[in-house]
């Protein structure tokens, strides 16, 4: 899950570089969502598949990746709220 990973990284020195393909997944998501800062050298295959051409490098973690992970790491593994649930949309 991209939320332990963030926890880890709040807990690294920084930078830190990062082989293994699903944590570099992991990366892309906190990079999307703006948690973390990272250099990612990637390419999209013929088939649209995403293909990684290196480690990523994690260069730090934001501010709002700060909180988010804090928050995460005070949550009981178990307890209702460990796990997102989707956010429901909101009719107008």
């Not at 991209?2 to 020195?13: D, G, K, T």
């Not at 969502?33 to 293909?51: F, K, Y």
Request: hydrophobic share 40%; proline share 8%; charged share 25%.
């Amino acid at each position: 899950m991209p939320m332990q990973l963030l926890v880890r990284l709040r807990q690294e020195h920084l930078p830190l570089h990062i082989e293994d393909w699903e944590d570099i997944e992991k990366c892309e998501v906190l990079c999307a969502a703006n948690l973390i800062e990272a250099e990612i050298p990637c390419a999209s295959s013929p088939g649209g598949r995403t293909v990684y051409l290196g480690h990523a490098t994690v260069t730090g973690v934001t501010s709002r990746g700060m909180a988010a992970s804090e928050v995460r790491a005070r949550l009981p593994e178990g307890s209702a709220n460990f796990y997102p649930r989707p956010m429901k949309s909101r009719a107008r």
